[in-house]
């Protein structure tokens, strides 16, 4: 429409475009220090022009859905760091735990209750027919079993702690999860009937920061708006409007694994590559036991025995017949499995030991029955470890076999079968069995029990009387030869441990460092991914920040164009006026 009611037309489209202005610039400025929030702008568009016999006449503006000024790729980035970011948080609280457990800070760490052990042997040295040094021997003996124990022990509480941690976090993503489908919805519905869900997918963006930081994640968007996220690993966590749950499972070590409540009998643990999950389950699955492990293999060397660990299969990886060979200082072993009753001895050579296991057997129950059956043959001790870990202490040297190959990995049998350490015939038992106690009877194992057993400590029969220490290398020489404690006491600077090429204390000093490194690489780590996830979030700020200084700008400009269409109206009601009163 031309002329003067043209002009009206133009003067009401421009207040209402100016208008839309004013209300994105306060809603800008409403939701200045809003966590998520990206800037909105009017979108004004002139108005399509008319084609008249006096030529094109413009129609004023149009007033089209705000716009939301983001930057994809700055968010993607985010959500990246986010992931690390997570990861390391959840790493340095657990390594922090971990350096507690294992604190040589003070005084009275395991580092200084070894050398009182040596220093205790030394004593008997320079006096074996002593009672005093027997009685301070046995205290330091049962203090340093203790300590050992005590330490082994306070790991297990920090695993059954990250276990409720990531329980609560695998809820957590679940309602996260839940509410980026719920946001997806909203999105379709809204953008379907041509609107911009600007709050919305400002809520959505917020959502998955939020979820990074638990799990690593990919996204992509739709062309109906709505976002889908899957795992890195594989598996969708949100798709459009609907989420697929994740739940947890007791998995074989007999902690907490992560699997989707779909399949709930297959862990996701491994495929977990970010967010505090990951930290949690490094921790958990591998910083720990493996200081336990190195724990386990300091008791053994200092016992001069040796140990086997085996990583157990379900059932399912199992015929009946299967074995793997393992062998003690006098006798070679094999140990076979009957399966639901049926499978034959295989007799490879050497003296078996059959174990009865069921096709629904688990990893852990076939463990638990392997390690039952390996601990009643007297060469042995065997425990488990983990949920279907077994050590096998007073193993020789050498590689385990099994029926597929005289490989490390047991493929046929579903096991993993490993040396942990070499061990030496002159460890502590050893020489104390080769000795004499006070009154010339031979000597017998110093310590027994294995940490995993949770029974490791000055054997009963030396506990029960120190005049049972070995320190008289002949029969005859008892009480006053010192030549078995002189053995015993230079085991302190034997070159016992990594293949004999490192001492105790310089074993155990060099696992306390690693746990030091790896506290010190975590908070490296964490720090660096906090500057750069606020390097990130102060660049993406620079785009879809609000800035009142601009706001206020765009509020007077605005202003100024809302009043300039009102005196537009104005002047065109005078036009009229005085055409009406020229009739």
Request: proline content about 2%.
């Amino acid at each position: 429409m031309s002329g003067i009611y043209g002009v009206l037309q133009i003067g009401a489209r421009s207040l209402l475009a100016q208008q839309k202005g004013l209300e994105i610039t306060g809603h800008n400025i409403a939701n200045v220090n809003t966590p998520g929030y990206s800037r909105q702008k009017a979108n004004l568009q002139t108005g399509t022009p008319m084609v008249t016999p006096q030529g094109i006449i413009g129609t004023g503006v149009n007033a089209r859905e705000s716009e939301r000024v983001y930057d994809r790729f700055v968010g993607t980035q985010i959500q990246n760091e986010n992931e690390e970011l997570g990861r390391w948080d959840a790493q340095k609280t657990a390594l922090e735990r971990v350096e507690i457990i294992i604190d040589e800070s003070s005084d009275d760490g395991l580092s200084k209750t070894m050398g009182e052990f040596w220093n205790a042997w030394q004593d008997l040295v320079n006096n074996p027919s002593g009672n005093v040094e027997r009685v301070a021997l046995l205290g330091n003996s049962e203090t340093l079993a203790f300590e050992f124990q005590n330490t082994y022990n306070n790991l297990s509480p920090l695993q059954n702690d990250l276990d409720l941690s990531i329980t609560a976090t695998v809820d957590e993503i679940n309602l996260k999860a839940s509410e980026i489908a719920d946001l997806n919805q909203r999105i379709i519905e809204a953008e379907g009937g041509g609107a911009q869900a600007n709050d919305f997918r400002d809520t959505r963006d917020l959502a998955i920061n939020d979820l990074s930081l638990m799990i690593d994640v990919d996204t992509y968007e739709d062309g109906n708006g709505s976002i889908n996220v899957s795992l890195k690993g594989g598996g969708s966590l949100v798709s459009g409007a609907s989420s697929p749950d994740l739940s947890t499972m007791v998995g074989d070590t007999g902690h907490k694994d992560v699997v989707w409540a779909s399949d709930p009998t297959v862990s996701i643990n491994n495929t977990i590559s970010g967010g505090k999950l990951k930290g949690w389950l490094e921790v958990r699955d591998v910083v720990i036991p493996e200081y336990k492990g190195k724990m386990e293999d300091l008791v053994n060397g200092i016992k001069g025995v040796e140990s086997t660990e085996v990583v157990a299969g379900a059932a399912s990886t199992l015929n009946g017949g299967e074995f793997f060979a393992v062998n003690s200082p006098d006798t070679n072993y094999y140990v076979w499995y009957k399966k639901d009753g049926t499978g034959t001895d295989p007799a490879p050579g050497g003296t078996g030991i059959q174990v009865d296991i069921l096709s629904t057997d688990t990893a852990a129950q076939v463990a638990s029955k392997t390690a039952a059956a390996i601990d009643g043959v007297t060469d042995f001790d065997a425990s488990v470890t983990g949920g279907a870990t077994l050590t096998i202490t007073n193993a020789v040297a050498g590689v385990a076999t099994d029926s597929a190959d005289s490989a490390v990995s047991g493929k046929e049998t579903g096991f993993a079968i490993t040396k942990r350490i070499d061990g030496r015939d002159d460890g502590l038992n050893s020489l104390h069995r080769s000795g004499f106690d006070r009154n010339g009877t031979a000597g017998g194992d110093f310590f027994s029990g294995t940490l995993a057993g949770n029974d490791f400590a000055v054997d009963a029969a030396v506990a029960a009387d120190s005049n049972k220490i070995a320190a008289s290398g002949t029969a005859a020489g008892a009480p006053g030869d010192n030549s078995n404690a002189i053995d015993i006491a230079e085991l302190q600077h034997a070159l016992m441990m990594n293949a004999n090429t490192t001492t105790f204390d310089s074993y155990y000093n060099s696992m306390v460092s690693g746990v030091g490194n790896k506290v010190k690489q975590a908070v490296m780590s964490h720090d660096h991914h906090i500057a750069m996830a606020s390097h990130l979030e102060n660049y993406r700020e620079s785009i879809s920040g609000v800035s009142l200084d601009e706001e206020m700008i765009s509020l007077v400009q605005f202003q100024l164009g809302y009043d300039a269409a009102a005196k537009l109206i104005g002047t065109t009601d005078e036009m009229l006026q005085t055409l009406i009163n020229m009739v």
